[in-house]
């Protein structure tokens, strides 16, 4: 066996108008199940899910915020240290997509992370299983056009409902942030190695 | 989880759940929602009779004996909104019946008047519907696509028409006209941000399957948004109101009741006083 077994913790920051379906992306993601139980996320929450990325276990701590723009001023104590940012929008809510700049600038603004032209982000549009796509309002042509107007940002359409694309989308999201955390070792060799758990689940691997 | 677990309350948090038909689960959702620990002691339990049988004849209220029954028994389902009215401090247990009565007399014709004062601005109040979708931009321009809803909510936020659209298409309709005040365009804006969380609180529940039922837990928040400028809206008082909404069934009722747990909770938090 290979003696790298390094164990990473990313984090990973969820940001969008609320009623996308933050949570329920992330509920999708970690526990495998969609509920329509979800009240709205109070100030913010997180779980996290580990997996086997190549050689390195790769535990991703994942930040589910309020949606409510009041709770933005929290933002700081939220976004500090994040790995990666996943913005959300609801392709059947204009607002929620007019809103990303907001979101996304915010988001660089609080987290203030040493090279902000890089910071990796991640776009999902959530919800298009609605009305078999007949109520949607954002086209992906659209929704694409944006990414690339913000350095190339890679894009999901998901349904956390019908588990559409949703682990595609965070297997991309932990690429990606890894990659980041990678060019962030080299400016600081000396930061601590992630928190260490003595257990080792198995699987978990997403892909 | 800590400091971090009292940001958030998820759904199972609030034990609503009892053999109170008011709390009655949907048929879909049972073994989705954590039953209460609470259970009906007898001797204990704070019942109607007892209840009935601790006011005095002019209907000064014993509250030690109340007190003590609750905090060794809960209170019987049937007589949950009254008592909480007591324990909230809406009434005084010292007041008489006739007190009481000319006092909540006052608040209903109070609660009218920030009703109608709200239904000028906004004609959704009181009209049995609510908000999901954004009524004014930031800037304080209406949104035409009035998306008072009334018949099927359950998709929150569907089709929203292009607020710069709209816009432009007002700014004709608007020429001459005053701008609005930004207390009100403050108030207009959470309008559809109250309505997206009433749709999804307590939903397991089959209360909320009623249309008039959802539009009375929002108004009873835009109302306190509106007259509380300074909390107006924040995410998680749905969770905070909807019980007092099921229990009490009159609208102004409910509405006091939120009021004054407001009045406490805020209280609680700066440490101030709690001012009668």
């Known amino acids: 066996m290979s003696i790298s077994r390094r164990r990473t913790l990313?984090?990973?920051?969820?940001?969008?108008?609320?009623?996308?379906?933050?949570?329920?992306?992330?509920?999708?993601?970690?526990?495998?199940?969609?509920?329509?139980?979800y009240k709205a996320t109070i100030g913010a929450d997180f779980v996290t899910k580990e997996i086997q990325m190549e050689d390195r276990l790769v535990t991703l701590q994942i930040w589910d915020t309020a949606g409510q723009e009041r709770f933005q001023s929290l933002g700081v104590a939220f976004y500090r240290g994040a790995d990666c940012c996943v913005l959300v929008y609801?392709?059947?809510?204009?607002?929620?997509?007019?809103?990303?700049?907001?979101?996304?600038?915010?988001?660089?603004?609080q987290a203030n992370p040493?090279?902000?032209?890089?910071?990796?982000?991640?776009l999902l549009g959530n919800k298009v299983d609605i009305d078999g796509g007949n109520s949607r309002v954002v086209s992906e042509k659209k929704a694409k056009?944006?990414?690339?107007?913000?350095?190339?940002i890679p894009y999901f359409?998901?349904?956390?409902?019908?588990?559409?694309?949703?682990?595609?989308?965070?297997?991309?999201?932990?690429?990606?942030?890894?990659?980041?955390?990678?060019?962030?070792?080299?400016y600081f060799q000396n930061i601590p190695e992630a928190v260490s758990e003595t257990e080792q689940r198995g699987g978990g691997c997403a892909c | 989880m800590g400091f971090g677990g009292c940001l958030n309350w998820k759904s199972e948090d609030l034990s609503l759940i009892d053999t109170n038909s008011s709390y009655a689960v949907k048929p879909e959702h049972i073994g989705d929602v954590r039953k209460t620990r609470f259970?009906?002691?007898?001797?204990?339990?704070?019942?109607?009779?007892?209840?009935?049988?601790?006011?005095?004849?002019d209907g000064h209220l014993d509250i030690g004996v109340v007190l003590s029954r609750i905090q060794r028994g809960g209170v019987h389902p049937s007589i949950r909104g009254v008592v909480w009215e007591f324990l909230l401090g809406c009434y005084d247990p010292n007041s008489t019946y006739e007190d009481r009565n000319r006092l909540r007399q006052r608040k209903m014709e109070q609660y009218g008047i920030w009703m109608a004062e709200c239904q000028r601005m906004e004609s959704t109040v009181g009209s049995g519907r609510y908000i999901i979708k954004p009524v004014i931009t930031e800037d304080g321009q209406p949104i035409q696509d009035l998306s008072s809803q009334g018949g099927n909510a359950s998709e929150p936020g569907e089709k929203t028409v292009s607020t710069t659209?709209?816009?432009?298409?007002?700014?004709?309709?608007?020429?001459?006209?005053?701008?609005?005040?930004?207390?009100?365009?403050?108030?207009?804006?959470?309008?559809h941000q109250i309505g997206l969380d009433v749709v999804r609180t307590d939903r397991a529940l089959v209360f909320y399957e009623s249309e008039a039922n959802l539009a009375k837990l929002w108004t009873v928040l835009a109302i306190y948004a509106w007259i509380d400028k300074e909390i107006g809206y924040c995410q998680g008082m749905s969770d905070l109101c909807s019980p007092l909404v099921i229990l009490l069934e009159d609208e102004a009722d409910a509405f006091w009741c939120f009021e004054r747990m407001m009045r406490r909770l805020?209280?609680?938090?700066?440490?101030?006083?709690?001012?009668d």
Request: overall charge negative; hydrophobic content about 35%; aromatic content about 10%.
């Open chain 1, 10 to 37: 990313l984090k990973v920051v969820i940001l969008g108008d609320s009623g996308v379906g933050k949570t329920s992306l992330m509920n999708q993601y970690v526990h495998n199940k969609f509920s329509q139980q």
């Open chain 1, 90 to 109: 609801d392709v059947n809510v204009l607002k929620s997509f007019d809103t990303l700049d907001n979101w996304h600038d915010e988001f660089l603004k």
């Open chain 1, 114 to 122: 040493v090279d902000p032209s890089s910071f990796p982000f991640i």
């Open chain 1, 145 to 152: 056009e944006w990414c690339l107007s913000r350095g190339n």
């Open chain 1, 157 to 186: 359409e998901t349904s956390a409902k019908e588990a559409y694309n949703v682990d595609a989308a965070f297997l991309c999201v932990a690429k990606t942030a890894l990659a980041n955390e990678h060019d962030q070792d080299i």
């Open chain 2, 39 to 57: 259970k009906l002691r007898p001797g204990r339990t704070l019942s109607q009779r007892k209840w009935q049988s601790a006011f005095s004849e």
């Open chain 2, 165 to 191: 659209e709209n816009s432009q298409h007002f700014e004709e309709a608007l020429a001459g006209t005053p701008p609005l005040e930004k207390t009100e365009v403050n108030w207009k804006r959470t309008l």
């Open chain 2, 266 to 275: 805020v209280c609680i938090t700066s440490l101030c006083p709690i001012v």
